[in-house]
């Protein structure tokens, strides 16, 4: 166990993204907060072409899209960005150890950051591919558009970009409907939300992101539109998960 494996074990404190005190019990902690979570990335996984070769992938977490984009790719290269040190090693530990390592690479970034910072230098070739999955949502509205608007600059033309997000509600009364089918979703297991979350962390700000900033579905769509993404889609929704993005020229 390095040093970053866990957050401050004195207040709990964890990053945006990090969810669990441990690094070592997201993987199977996040499979049981989160309705089909496999087959949540799955499908954004499908949803990539095999001429996407060089691809970016903001809030890499410990490692799950990448392997999952690697294993089905021969020929995919990933470059994945996240703040924390200790998913970035969990990831880099996990690739690694499949064989991919060559494949992969990783960089302690802000993905805000580079967002919102036109003169960032580290990324200056473009890629075929961007994608991110329960990362982006602790942006703020204003942020997001922003990054998307940086994404659509940095895809090569034909270049895709998906995310894996939850959503806003779009009321109160889906709100309960959403939050039922988690409660069923926890219940199927023998388990109750609440104890899950009992290895949760105490999410702080950190950067540009925050403890959950959720937008609706739809106003994720118009922040694409606006972006200048194009053939924007929605492959998969379940409740308040949803995997969405474009295509740029």
């Known amino acids: 166990?390095?040093?970053?494996?866990?957050?401050?074990?004195?207040?709990?404190?964890?990053?945006?993204?990090?969810?669990?005190?441990?690094?070592?019990?997201?993987?199977?902690?996040?499979?049981?907060?989160?309705?089909?979570?496999?087959?949540?990335?799955d499908v954004l996984v499908g949803c990539i072409s095999s001429t996407n070769h060089r691809i970016l992938e903001l809030g890499c977490g410990t490692g799950e899209l990448s392997l999952k984009v690697l294993q089905r790719y021969p020929s995919a290269e990933i470059v994945a960005l996240d703040y924390s040190p200790?998913?970035?090693?969990?990831?880099?530990?996990?690739?690694?150890?499949a064989g991919y390592g060559s494949r992969w690479t990783g960089i302690e970034l802000d993905f805000g950051e580079w967002a919102n910072n036109p003169n960032f230098s580290g990324l200056r070739d473009k890629f075929d591919g961007c994608i991110s999955s329960l990362a982006i949502?602790?942006?703020?509205?204003?942020?997001?558009?922003?990054?998307?608007?940086?994404?659509?600059?940095?895809?090569?033309?034909?270049?895709?970009?998906?995310?894996?997000?939850?959503?806003?509600?779009?009321?109160?009364?889906?709100?309960?409907?959403?939050?039922?089918?988690?409660?069923?979703?926890?219940?199927?297991?023998?388990?109750?939300?609440?104890?899950?979350?009992?290895?949760?962390?105490?999410?702080?700000?950190?950067?540009?992101?925050?403890?959950?900033?959720?937008?609706?579905?739809?106003?994720?769509?118009?922040?694409?539109?606006?972006a200048g993404f194009e053939a924007i889609a929605v492959p998969w929704k379940y409740y308040g998960m949803a995997v969405f993005g474009g295509f740029v020229k």
Not at 24 to 41: N, Q, S
Not at 88 to 93: G, I, K, M, S, Y
Request: hydrophobic share 40%.
């Open 1 to 41: 166990m390095n040093s970053h494996s866990t957050a401050s074990p004195e207040n709990k404190e964890i990053l945006p993204g990090e969810v669990f005190i441990n690094t070592a019990d997201f993987d199977t902690g996040i499979r049981r907060l989160l309705p089909k979570y496999d087959e949540m990335l």
């Open 86 to 97: 200790r998913m970035l090693d969990f990831a880099r530990a996990k690739v690694e150890s």
């Open 137 to 226: 949502h602790h942006l703020d509205d204003e942020m997001k558009l922003k990054l998307f608007e940086r994404i659509c600059e940095s895809l090569n033309p034909d270049g895709c970009f998906w995310n894996a997000d939850p959503m806003l509600a779009e009321s109160a009364k889906m709100q309960k409907v959403y939050q039922a089918a988690r409660e069923d979703w926890a219940a199927s297991q023998g388990e109750t939300l609440a104890a899950i979350r009992g290895s949760v962390g105490m999410s702080v700000s950190y950067g540009y992101s925050n403890p959950d900033r959720l937008a609706t579905l739809y106003a994720h769509l118009e922040m694409l539109a606006q």
